[in-house]
């Protein structure tokens, strides 16, 4: 079962940013927390992942709390095609997928 | 680079026949791992191969199996194909390490009849 607490779904409008919350509070410490989103019926795609610091890539900026138990997904100007399930996941050897939480970016 | 790619995109079986889906991994990547995607059970790991090893395994029955080639291409049976079977299919690539990042192809939809 996913160890992986998120909203099941979230609003966003175009252009601003989206804030995706997630819950992980028996990650281990040598674990990492990795987001992934899948568009309807496309394969999942690797957003980005992270230990304790901070991340930041061309697609979104992750931001991990101090004690791990819990991290934000930032997409910084959401567009439409932002529209998908985000999953959160603790580790990868495999990946846990829970059910996400549905963005709506709305026009 | 290629992405991982999966053959056929979309198939159809009765019950009882039997499946064999591909995936060509990234080049490079040592590592297939094989996912499942239903309504109701969301995506669930079915198993991963590195280097033609079977190294992890999800809770599947034995209908299900693989195996990986030495040019780390993998392919999956499903056999007694049920209509429960009926899913997307993902598999996964990576260079195989710990915590090396999985990039999936587009997926094989199969529908059981």
């Known amino acids: 079962d996913a160890k992986t607490t998120q909203p099941p779904s979230m609003d966003c409008a175009e252009g601003r940013a989206a804030n995706l919350p997630c819950n992980h509070s028996?990650?281990?410490?040598?674990?990492?927390v990795y987001w992934y989103r899948q568009i309807h019926s496309q394969g999942p795609q690797y957003i980005i992942h992270?230990?304790?610091n901070n991340e930041t890539n061309e697609m979104a900026s992750l931001i991990i709390t101090e004690d791990r138990k819990s991290s934000t997904l930032i997409l910084p100007h959401a567009t439409l095609r932002d529209t998908a399930v985000y999953y959160c996941?603790?580790?990868?050897?495999?990946?846990?997928f829970g059910k996400g939480t549905r963005l709506s970016v709305i026009a | 680079k290629a992405g991982v790619t999966q053959t056929p995109r979309y198939l159809i079986k009765t019950r009882g026949q039997q499946v064999t889906l591909s995936c060509s991994p990234i080049?490079?990547?040592?590592?297939v791992s094989w996912y499942q995607q239903t309504p109701g059970q969301g995506l669930q790991f079915l198993f991963e191969?590195?280097?033609?090893?079977?190294?992890n395994k999800g809770n599947f029955p034995g209908r299900f199996s693989g195996r990986q080639f030495s040019n780390s291409r993998s392919e999956m049976n499903v056999s007694t194909l049920e209509l429960g079977d009926s899913a997307l299919y993902l598999c996964?690539?990576?260079?195989?390490?710990?915590?090396?990042?999985?990039?999936f192809g587009p997926g094989t939809r199969l529908l059981v009849l």
């Open positions: 996964a690539s990576s260079l195989g390490g710990v915590e090396e990042t999985q990039y």
């Open positions: 028996t990650i281990s410490g040598n674990e990492y």
């Open positions: 992270g230990l304790k």
């Open positions: 996941i603790e580790g990868n050897t495999p990946l846990v």
């Open positions: 080049s490079g990547h040592r590592s």
């Open positions: 191969y590195f280097s033609e090893t079977q190294r």
